[in-house]
């Protein structure tokens, strides 16, 4: 892996606060922290995108929304509602999860077209797209499956998990992700990115953004390390 700056490694950080008893001020820290830090986007559920859009005026720094947020298990019709409206609230960046029992029912079918909806509507709009797999619940062969789905549909990304299942991302499930998806995909790591070490090894098995809560701490560390 090249050698990065502080700057540039800030800038793979989705900077995350996705907990249901986050507040107002909870917010406004997260945005002061993107900010201060240079990171690419705040990641947060869709009810708060006007306030951060608000709150990051004037700043290159993304608000993402995340779409049926943590389980998946809302219609696409509804995902695409929620998406619809978190663009026109602000949003730059939708990071949507797939619906995991049709995915574990064998219906690939259904996760091709949830996908191009919500894929559809980001293009229109140029916001960025991000599909949620939520790798802990999937076998390799799973993973691999929706990996080529979103090789044909060309998503901005595909992104290993909402941080909220029973593991987070793992250096093996971005190497395959990355590899089935080749360059047309890129791949976010989220999910117990808590340190430096474990944030690099991410980036090195080919995730182009990172999702985590601990991202102040990490790029403090890097610049203590390396700058």
Not at 8 to 22: G, I, P, R, S
Not at 88 to 111: F, H, P, S, T
Not at 173 to 188: C, F, I, Q
């Amino acid at each position: 892996m090249k050698k990065l700056t502080t700057a540039q490694l800030a800038k793979y950080f989705d900077h995350t606060q996705l907990k249901a008893f986050a507040t107002e001020e909870d917010f406004k820290v997260l945005c002061s922290e993107a900010r201060q830090h240079g990171f690419m986007m705040v990641a947060i559920n869709s009810v708060p995108v006007a306030t951060c859009k608000a709150l990051l005026a004037g700043t290159d720094v993304h608000v993402g929304a995340a779409i049926s947020f943590p389980l998946g298990q809302t219609t696409i019709e509804v995902k695409c509602f929620e998406t619809e409206r978190a663009i026109i609230e602000g949003a730059d960046e939708i990071d949507y999860v797939i619906n995991i029992g049709k995915l574990k029912e064998g219906n690939y079918a259904y996760i091709e077209e949830e996908m191009k909806a919500i894929v559809a509507l980001c293009r229109q709009a140029n916001v960025c797209s991000k599909v949620i797999f939520e790798t802990c619940y999937l076998t390799k062969e799973e993973i691999v499956r929706v990996a080529e789905i979103a090789k044909r549909v060309k998503p901005d990304f595909i992104k290993t998990s909402t941080g909220f299942g029973t593991a987070g991302a793992t250096v093996e499930d971005v190497a395959l992700m990355k590899r089935t998806v080749g360059e047309g995909v890129k791949v976010k790591a989220s999910g117990g990115v808590r340190d430096l070490k474990t944030c690099l090894a991410m980036i090195e098995a080919g995730a182009e953004r990172i999702g985590s809560s601990n991202s102040v701490r990490i790029v403090e560390e890097y610049a203590g390390q390396y700058a």
